[in-house]
Each structure stands twice: as C-alpha cells, then as structure tokens.
Nanobody
Framework: VQLQAFGGGLVEAGGSLRLSCTIS????????VAWFRQVPGKEREFVAA????????AYEDSVKGRFTFSRDNAKNTVYLQMNSLKSEDTAVYFC??????????????????WGQGTLVTVSS
C-alpha cells in the first residue's frame, strides 16, 4: 500500500488549496484515511479523517467549516479542500491510512500507511 500526497504550495491568507492523496491499492475495506499536519518542533497533528466507504468524517476543531474531506472512490483518491486559509495552517501535510476495517483515530500512531508530506505555506 502506497500513498502519495500532492497539491501543497504557497497561498495568501484567506486563499484556498486542495490537497490530493492517491492510494495505490484497490479500495480499502472500510478503513480510515486521514490528513495530519506537522510544523517543525511539534508533534504531528490530526486534521481530518474519513472512513472509506462511509460518510463518517471527523475534523479537528480549528479547521471545521474551512476544510472539507472528500474522496473519489473510482480514482482511489482522497482530497482535502482547504478554504479561508490562515497563517497557522502552515505545515507539512500528510495523508495516512489505517489497516483494513480500523476506524477513525486522531492518534497518528494508529496509522500504518503514510504518504510523503506536501508543504502548505500561508502568507499573512
């Protein structure tokens, strides 16, 4: 299983970006897929997650109403639409997946598959 994240970049505060994460294997068996972010010197932080094959989605409080998790099952791809970006959203963003049938977790240690990070920089 391989995940590949892309779509980061430099954006002004208030702007938008959409991150994508492709998953190399055919559909996860209702496993959780998540986005995390990390800034230097800090632990990896939960951003959003969804159960593959369901509508169950969770968001970190600071991104609720601004970020949207979505997926394209046919393309084995998940997305993180980020609107109204703030300088504090600046981080390296990672996509991650749990093993089959495991539910959403906000703990990064619960995820066994990780994509490479993609840098999001929000200028104020």
């Amino acid at each position: 299983v391989q995940l590949q994240a892309f779509g980061g970049g430099l954006v002004e505060a208030g702007g938008s970006l959409r991150l994508s994460c492709t998953i190399s294997v055919g559909s996860f068996n209702k496993s959780a897929v998540a986005w995390f972010r990390q800034v230097p010197g800090k632990e990896r932080e939960f951003v959003a997650a969804s159960m593959w094959g369901t509508v169950l989605t969770a968001y970190e409080d600071s991104v609720k109403g601004r970020f949207t998790f979505s997926r394209d099952n046919a393309k084995n791809t998940v997305y993180l639409q980020m609107n109204s970006l703030k300088s504090e959203d600046t981080a390296v963003y990672f996509c991650a997946a749990r093993s089959d049938f495991e539910r959403i977790s906000r703990d990064p240690h619960a995820y066994v598959y990780w994509g490479q990070g993609t840098l999001v920089t929000v200028s104020s």
